[in-house]
């Protein structure tokens, strides 16, 4: 990366964490800063900040689970629950727009860059995922079992499901490059 491309990208992530941490600010000075709905906030804006500074650094999984099980993609578990149906969605509806770096356009067919691309956004999403949860288990502790469900059932659609479909994702496309560099 040249150094004022370097420059450019670092000026729009810091530009964009500002942004949105001054959102935040501006919605708990309204809601205040115990509302949950700040927690849900600062999931959102962590995985819009990891996705812009991608060009930067890139979030990794932990190694230990990185690696793609064989059932992942043999088995019929994703199959039942609704993974497949789930990325057929997000590929057929408006949704595809929320991560246009997972998907093929028509002028790069760059393999390995989507592989990247699919790992990093399976990253962002089990790290938003993590943090999250430790948020959804406190608000169980203290007593708040609706919102905790409520936060439950986000966390499962923006997170679980996409780290499992962009797993199955990351599995295809293994298999894929590792059918052309047996080939080429």
């Known amino acids: 990366m040249s150094p004022l491309h370097y420059s450019r990208t670092l000026i729009v992530v810091v530009g964009t964490a500002l942004a949105l941490g001054l959102s935040i600010v501006m919605l708990a000075q309204v809601i205040g800063y115990a509302s949950p709905w700040i927690a849900l906030l600062v999931m959102f804006d962590f995985m819009a900040v990891a996705k812009v500074?991608?060009?930067?650094?890139?979030?990794?999984?932990?190694?230990?689970?990185?690696?793609?099980?064989?059932?992942?993609?043999?088995?019929?578990?994703?199959?039942?629950?609704?993974?497949?149906?789930?990325?057929?969605?997000?590929?057929?509806?408006?949704?595809?727009?929320?991560?246009?770096?997972?998907?093929?356009?028509?002028?790069?067919?760059?393999?390995?860059?989507?592989?990247?691309r699919v790992a990093s956004a399976e990253a962002f999403h089990f790290w938003a995922a993590l943090f999250f949860m430790a948020y959804i288990g406190y608000l169980y502790l203290s007593g708040r079992p609706q919102i905790a469900t409520g936060f439950l059932a986000v966390q499962v659609l923006f997170n679980v499901y996409p780290i499992l479909h962009l797993r199955l994702m990351r599995g295809r496309l293994d298999a894929i490059l590792q059918r052309q560099h047996k080939n080429g």
Not at 56 to 70: E, G, N
């Open 53 to 116: 500074a991608e060009p930067l650094f890139v979030l990794r999984m932990p190694a230990s689970l990185s690696k793609i099980r064989p059932w992942e993609l043999t088995g019929d578990l994703y199959s039942q629950l609704g993974v497949r149906l789930f990325g057929t969605m997000l590929r057929n509806t408006p949704l595809r727009f929320l991560n246009m770096g997972v998907y093929f356009s028509s002028n790069a067919r760059d393999l390995n860059r989507l592989y990247r």
